[in-house]
């Protein structure tokens, strides 16, 4: 696609429940990312996949959090037994190589909400 | 643990004038560094970078300007237009040819009034 796409755009859980967030980057681009931003706060990273490297996992909050992405194509974001503090948007970029000189694209997000 | 900050969450100008938004950062390994503009429901967008070897670059109507020995990095809008009103974040990177992690500040609210 021209540009990265998420989804849902929106989802509003219940405390406890399992959400997947899906992300699709750009065609070619071989560096994808996943940031949150809470309320009121800056994008927080989360993770960084490269290729067929193993991914930097360093900013998943807790074991709740786990995301896969298959090959150089889509990514899904998995929160198991969600909180209300995971209520964020989560942000997914996409990047032609690793290394902030290439840039990145970012998708609209998926605004989670918990209750 | 902050390591990007931008200390002031709003800031408001008008029309023509000139728009400073402010970045300091913490840590010194940083060496390129970016800035991105965020309308709200869509995702932030590229704006303009710098790296560490350079003190100023330039894009149209958009500088940033950075003082390595005060670790602060400033983005100029000259002439602010009320299509500039957006989130600003400033955001820094461990070697350029690194991952490609970056450390975002909190964002600036720019409002440019007509």
């Known amino acids: 696609g021209a540009g990265v796409s998420q989804s849902p755009s929106n989802k509003v859980t219940e405390k406890g429940k399992d959400v997947e967030l899906r992300c699709d980057p750009i065609?070619?681009?071989?560096?994808l990312y996943w940031y949150r931003q809470r309320l009121g706060q800056g994008l927080e990273f989360l993770i960084y996949?490269?290729?067929?490297?193993?991914?930097?996992k360093s900013g998943l909050p807790s074991d709740r959090f786990s995301a896969e992405r298959t090959g150089e194509s889509v990514s899904t974001l998995t929160i198991q037994r969600t909180q209300q503090e995971d209520s964020a948007v989560y942000l997914c970029a996409s990047s032609l190589a690793a290394g902030a000189i290439y840039g990145y694209t970012f998708g609209s997000g998926t605004r989670l909400t918990v209750v | 643990d902050q390591q990007v900050k931008q200390n002031s969450p709003s800031l408001s100008v008008q029309e023509g004038r000139i728009s400073i938004l402010n970045c300091d950062y913490t840590?010194?390994?940083?060496?390129?560094f970016l800035w991105y503009k965020k309308y709200p429901a869509e995702g932030p967008t590229f704006l303009i970078s710098?790296?560490?070897?350079?003190d100023k670059n330039e894009d149209g109507r958009f500088t940033v300007f950075l003082n390595k020995s005060a670790k602060h990095l400033s983005l100029h809008i000259v002439p602010s237009q009320p299509g500039d009103s957006a989130v600003y974040f400033c955001a820094a990177s461990y070697g350029s040819s690194n991952t490609g992690k970056l450390i975002f500040g909190q964002g600036t609210t720019l409002q440019v009034k007509p």
């Open positions: 710098i790296s560490s070897i350079k």
């Open positions: 996949f490269q290729g067929n490297s193993a991914p930097d």
């Open positions: 065609s070619g681009h071989t560096a």
């Open positions: 840590n010194s390994m940083f060496d390129y």
